[in-house]
Structure formats: C-alpha cells, structure tokens
C-alpha cells in the first residue's frame, strides 16, 4: 500500500507525530522506565529491565557444532569429537550418511571401509576384499 505524501497538510500532520514520537513520547516513556513507574496493566518495566549479561553461551544439541553463533550438524562422513569440540572424519570401518545423525554408524561384521570420512553404507567392503584391494593394487 502507498500513501501520498505530496499534500503539505498531510506531511505536516506526519512531521508532527514524528517529532511527538522523538521529542515527547520517547523521553516521557524512557523517564518512566529508570524511575521503576512504567506500567501497563500490571505489567511494570524497570530499568533493570533492559540490562544484560555479557556472560551467556550458546550450548548446541549433540553432534552440532557451534559455527559464528549457529548449531550446525557435522557434515556427511564427519562426526563431532567431544574432545576437542571439532568434527572429525568418521573413522576406518564406519560411515556417516545423514547429516544430522550425531554419530557414525559402524559397518555391519566382516565389513570395512577403504579410509576414513566414508559417507555411505555403500563403502563398506568386504574386510578379506579390502585387504586384497590394498595390497594387490599397491
């Protein structure tokens, strides 16, 4: 919606209630606030109202990381490492196909992975098939 402005007794009548909001209702309102007697049905503002504490922290789910003050989940093949508060590749016979998971999910038995930061349950081989994979290709 737009409002015409053009008419001199319209934007006077808008400089008006500007400079009530500025210069009167502002101050009026913020005395009453340090002086504890702001009250609106009940409901009263002091001026401790509005301090605040440098001394907050931001705790994040498990398996999210904090990232410029937002919880993000490790990425895929990645889980958080409690230690040193950082996400680590998932390591050798364990992988991590969903993003929000908080931990890697372990290859089923006889089954590994080529390395470490696996993504998926697809890369999980046979451990006699990885074996030969390493040394008769290397």
Known sequence: MHINTSTS???????????????ILQPTVQD???????DINNFTLTNASFVTSNNWEITCDSG????QSICKPCPIGYFLNET???????????????????TCSICPS???TL???SKSRLDCVS????????????
């Open 9 to 23: 007794k319209l934007k006077d009548t808008l400089k008006t209630l500007d400079d009530v909001r500025v210069n």
């Open 32 to 38: 009453l606030i340090n002086n504890g007697t702001f």
């Open 64 to 67: 999210h990381i904090l990232d």
């Open 84 to 102: 040193s508060d950082k996400c680590d590749q998932c390591p050798a016979g364990q992988y991590k196909d969903i993003e929000s998971e908080s």
């Open 110 to 112: 006889g089954f590994t």
């Open 115 to 117: 390395g470490s930061g």
């Open 127 to 138: 451990k006699y098939l990885s074996v030969c994979i390493y040394i008769c290709v290397v």
